[in-house]
T-cell receptor, first 116, second 108 residues
């Protein structure tokens, strides 16, 4: 059973460009979470999605960031007009049910975004 | 609001036992997970503690808002970053909060 897949693993963007990060959850998982890890910091929750729905986006910056999890295909985290401060590792996790209820999340390897 | 605190760094010699603490503040029903991050590997689950399966790990447990993880007879290969994740289920206040991680270094 393949784990959570993220691509690309490394992404370099210039300031002002768009970054698209993809996450394919484990088979059978319909709950996806995105986290950001800034340099020298811990992981911070960004957004929780179920198929076609955003459930909790309380950790998402108000501007330039958006996320989706369509009926078909991977979940996408999009960052528009990237700035240097967006340079971080972005992790995706999936679970078979709501993590708030104590279900284990399975993590992907992360995407390292570098903004030059 | 919820917060999770972890010791930043721990260095011990091979063969020792080590306790890594995770203390939290929150309202609501908690589940605490421990994950380990080895270099270039995804986070792996180590331990899950709930109010139902709460045990006295290293002198603390989730009911006391302290859920440590204990490793006995550590090896150099146990060197990694250990993260504590607090999941809170509470209507209107459901949260996922990571600690900043404990970097464990084992000296041969």
């Amino acid at each position: 059973n393949a784990g959570v897949m993220q691509n690309p693993r490394h992404l370099v963007r210039r300031r002002g460009q768009e970054a698209r990060l993809r996450c394919s959850p484990m088979k059978g998982h319909s709950h996806v979470y995105w986290y950001r890890q800034l340099p020298e910091e811990g992981l911070k929750f960004m957004v929780y999605l179920q198929k076609e729905n955003i459930i909790d986006e309380s950790g998402m910056p108000k501007e330039r960031f958006s996320a989706e999890f369509p009926k078909e295909g991977p979940s996408i985290l999009r960052i528009q007009q990237v700035v240097r401060g967006d340079s971080a590792a972005y992790f995706c996790a999936s679970s078979p049910n709501r993590a708030y209820s104590g279900y284990e999340q399975y993590f992907g390897p992360g995407t390292r975004l570098t903004v030059t | 609001s919820n917060s999770v605190k972890q010791t930043g760094q721990i260095t011990v010699s091979e063969g020792a036992s080590v306790t890594m603490n995770c203390t939290y503040t929150s309202t609501g029903y908690p589940t605490l997970f421990w994950y380990v991050e080895y270099p270039s590997k995804p986070l792996q689950l180590l331990q899950r503690e709930t109010m139902e399966n709460s045990k006295n790990f290293g002198g603390g447990n989730i009911k006391d808002k302290n859920s440590p993880i204990v490793k006995y007879s550590v090896q150099v290969s146990d060197s990694a970053v250990y993260y504590c994740l607090l999941c809170i289920s509470n209507f209107g206040n459901e949260k996922l909060t990571f600690g900043t991680g404990t970097r464990l270094t084992i000296i041969p």
